[in-house]
């Protein structure tokens, strides 16, 4: 995840600014028998072989270096989210066998409150009350779903599901109100870089009764699992399938007037260089509770990635599951998005980025609107076109647009927002980037090894990057886009 920020104006609740980079992705890899992956791993968690079901406390870098993975029958994996919230990131020298089950799915909601996400995912947002506000808090995450609201004194409008590589639903519109908007949506089938599903928006109630809305789901964690020979799923069970369950939480009524929006479902990536078997991928988006497709979360995305994918049979899945050769597990200097700072007030060195938490940046009252926004880039070509969005706590989302300038090592921009005068408000800067830039160079273009980029202007004209390969066949990138 690319770093996030969160601004308010005082006597206002907090809001997210996230920097987030989403990459167009390009499967680039050996057809060759002889190619090899290798996950990475360092082994120093030595052997992972639990006899019964267990929760993993994940390190503050969501890495885990086993040698050998045996999870047995009926044995369920849950996992603590770390700090940071980042992925699971499961590495293994070795066999990877799953018998058993990873489970990662965001929770539903707790009454009022948002369900929290799983790891590498996002939180749902809070329903609204009479009390205090009678409109539901959007999601967190690049695919929230908007809270809903309330159009007239009797109506009441449900929250929108979250989004990942499928829209979420809107909310549904309940006695006049207004139905929070699904989320957009967001990622790579590549699921280069790694993201969890994002959550759902609470619902909105009426401000003439004592009526409370429900929170919205969680969405689904991320989780990948890479094995430098091979990945085996083995026979589950009716109660415990073998496979990953990485869904959305849902939004229930508990007693309570209106529901908020599912959390979207997550990501589940395998890479190795043998993956067999009949697994239960299921990153399905979680359940609303008014019937139809109102308020569901989007589906999320499975993406697998071996040599030899000759005897693999994926079972449960409801998404878009992609197959693939192995790609590297990380990008390697991968580019960065980061918002500096708001209003002139920097950023934090580690920020939440969370709407449903603490602020990370306070913007005073005595600064005028528009306020400028710095956002800094690294590893990106300069002149690169950027968007930023601000979307408030109730109301029409804002975007402006930008350009970077300085070195690609380097470069910024600066735009100018208009903040709401309290309330919760989320920006959000992102930029559309082929993934092979990220890369710096692929591995393997159609089984031959890239050994230089050659990258051309002409005056007037867009410039053109060929690739050379081994043998000293030269293939242009847009070829590769085609």
Known sequence: MLTAHLFHRPLAPAIT???LLF??????SATSVSAQFSSGSTGADGAFNPSSNITVTLPASGVLNYTTVNIPQNVVVRFTRNSLNTPVTILATGNVTISGQFLISGDDNNGRLGGLGGPGSFRGGNGGTFIDSPFGTPGDGPGAGLGGSSSTASGAGGGGGGGFFQDGFTGKVVNGGTGGQGGTRYGTK????????????GGGVNTNSQNVASGGGGG?????IASSISIVFGAGTFTVPSGVVAIGGGSHFGGLIVEGGAGSGGAVRLVANTISGSPCLNVGGGEGQQGGSFSDGGQGVVRVEAFDLSELSVQCSTAATTLGQPN???????PTLKIASVGGVSAPAIPLGLINAPPDIVVPTSVPNPVQVVVNGTNLPSSTAIQVQLTPE??????VSGTLTGSTASSTTTVNLSLPPSGVSVIRATVTLDVLIALGRPTFINGEKVDKVEVA?????PSEVVYITSSGRRVRMSDLQR
């Open 17 to 19: 600014v996230r920097g």
């Open 23 to 28: 990459l167009s992705a390009i499967v680039l």
């Open 190 to 201: 590549s699921l280069l870089p790694l993201i969890g599903g994002s959550g759902g928006g």
């Open 220 to 224: 689904g964690g991320a989780v990948i």
């Open 328 to 334: 590297p597990v990380t990008l390697s200097n991968a």
């Open 394 to 399: 109730s109301g029409a989302a804002t975007t």
């Open 457 to 461: 202007a002409t005056f007037g004209g």
